[in-house]
């Protein structure tokens, strides 16, 4: 399985043959001026809520690519009438079994407004279950007690958390998310990116290695074998 990291929440996971393109939030993120959009690969674009920077890039990669849009119920509506042709609307608790693997839509902590004001249904995080790895991608959220649920259902290989903390969980919440998940792999995402949401890279570092726990941050197009 292969990583890369496009900024923010943004990652593209080389899975059985598929690339799979998390929150695509790119062209209008200035810590990723050096990613060219328009070479990102998708075969499947998982969308965790609606909130600007995690479908801002959606609709072009998607068009581009023809790659199949993966999120709520609310938000897949939504993007049909904005032009996307292919779609797969999930709900929270629900999983379906991909050609790559299965994805389950879980529980997000957090709130998913649309860029337009339209309702983006309830937020939520993505379970994928495949033979060499089960891996989590939390979307936004809050430290929440359904992350237990998670940890006794999978084995987890991986899981993609937010540290940013103000819009989402911080270091602190993250580490105890990791107990809760029983996860001792961590790439950290949504941090940096705004003023709000800057962290210090050393306690975070410092502070999953005290719950042994390990935080691999990702440089921004960096590609990581997994
Ligand atoms: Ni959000
Ligand atoms: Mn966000």
């Known amino acids: 399985m292969k990583?890369?990291?496009?900024?923010?929440?943004?990652f593209g996971v080389e899975i059985n043959g598929r690339h799979l393109l998390f929150d695509p939030f790119i062209s209008e993120n200035p810590l990723?001026?050096?990613?060219?959009?328009?070479?990102i690969p998708a075969d499947y674009i998982l969308v965790?809520?609606?909130?600007?920077?995690?479908?801002?890039d959606v609709?072009?990669?998607?068009?581009?690519?023809?790659?199949?849009?993966?999120?709520n119920f609310e938000i897949t509506t939504w993007?049909?009438?904005?032009?996307v042709e292919k779609v797969h609307p999930m709900n929270i608790g629900g999983q379906w079994a991909f050609d790559f693997g299965k994805v389950k839509?879980?529980?997000?902590?957090?709130?998913?407004?649309?860029?337009?004001?339209?309702?983006?249904?309830?937020p939520g995080g993505f379970l994928i279950d495949t033979p060499q790895c089960a891996f989590y991608h939390a979307g936004d959220t809050a430290l929440s007690m359904d992350m237990q649920l998670i940890g006794r259902q999978c084995d987890l290989c991986l899981a993609f958390l937010p540290i940013g903390d103000n819009f989402t969980?911080?270091?602190d919440d993250a580490v105890q998310a990791s107990s809760f998940l029983k996860c001792n792999h961590v790439i950290p995402m949504h941090y940096d990116t705004f003023e709000l949401i800057r962290?210090?890279?050393?306690?975070?570092?410092?502070?999953?290695?005290?719950?042994?726990?390990e935080l691999k941050f990702m440089e921004i197009g960096e590609t990581r074998e997994i």
């Open 59 to 71: 609709k072009r990669i998607a068009n581009r690519t023809g790659a199949t849009v993966i999120s």
């Open 32 to 39: 990723a001026s050096d990613i060219d959009v328009d070479q």
């Open 105 to 122: 839509y879980v529980n997000a902590v957090h709130s998913s407004a649309l860029p337009d004001g339209s309702n983006g249904g309830n």
């Open 199 to 213: 962290i210090d890279h050393d306690e975070a570092v410092r502070k999953f290695r005290n719950a042994e726990v």
């Open 48 to 56: 965790s809520h609606g909130h600007y920077d995690h479908i801002a």
């Open 3 to 10: 990583v890369s990291y496009y900024g923010h929440s943004c």
């Open 79 to 83: 993007l049909e009438k904005e032009g």
């Open 169 to 171: 969980m911080g270091i």
